[in-house]
């Protein structure tokens, strides 16, 4: 739960995640066609108290991208603890594709035509980044992950799966293949 949400009373933070879930399901569905006011006939609850918590689709967008976030933060934490750098590696980027796998608002979030509003989401695009980029850099110090290899990439490798999870395509075998391309060469010893 963001700092903004602990501040909110309990009726403010339980409307709050009413709309969060109805905007969820709707994005889902439909994408961006979707309007604010059938947002808040799905969650139960009038426009104003919507326009309340968020001032128009792009803030709404953060906030699931920032949803998101926070759980996969806790995915990140858990790959940063194994030893293996490559494995850490790995393992954030299966676990952050697949809990993103099934939450199709997430990847219409953050994959949409519109660049989401970082800002409302710093701290849980920060603590996420800071542990990635910490886990991208072992790996790259450990020689098992290219040496020209940047966090950046590592978002460009989960938007490209991600945006094969829509379609017929197969995100697995698609990132298998980016995995061969971006692990470090073997070096024999002579």
């Not at 963001?2 to 439909?30: C, G, K, M, V, Y």
């Amino acid at each position: 739960m963001t700092t903004r949400d602990h501040s909110l009373r309990a009726d403010a933070r339980r409307n709050r995640e009413t709309i969060l879930d109805a905007a969820s399901e709707l994005f889902a569905q439909r994408g961006d066609s979707v309007q604010m006011d059938e947002i808040a006939e799905r969650a139960g609850l009038g426009v104003g108290t919507l326009y309340r918590h968020f001032t128009d689709k792009q803030a709404l967008r953060a906030a699931i991208i920032g949803r998101r976030f926070e759980a996969i933060t806790s995915l990140a934490r858990t790959a940063e603890r194994i030893e293996d750098p490559w494995a850490a590696f790995e393992t954030l980027l299966y676990r952050y594709l697949e809990s993103a796998e099934p939450d199709a608002a997430f990847r219409f979030a953050l994959l949409g035509s519109q660049e989401p509003d970082w800002d409302v989401i710093d701290a849980e695009k920060t603590a996420f980044s800071a542990i990635a980029e910490s886990i991208v850099q072992r790996a790259v110090d450990a020689g098992r992950l290219r040496s020209d290899f940047r966090a950046s990439d590592f978002v460009l490798i989960t938007r490209g799966a991600m945006a094969n999870m829509a379609g017929a395509g197969d995100w697995r075998r698609h990132l298998t293949l980016q995995l061969e391309g971006i692990r470090a060469p073997e070096t024999t010893e002579e």
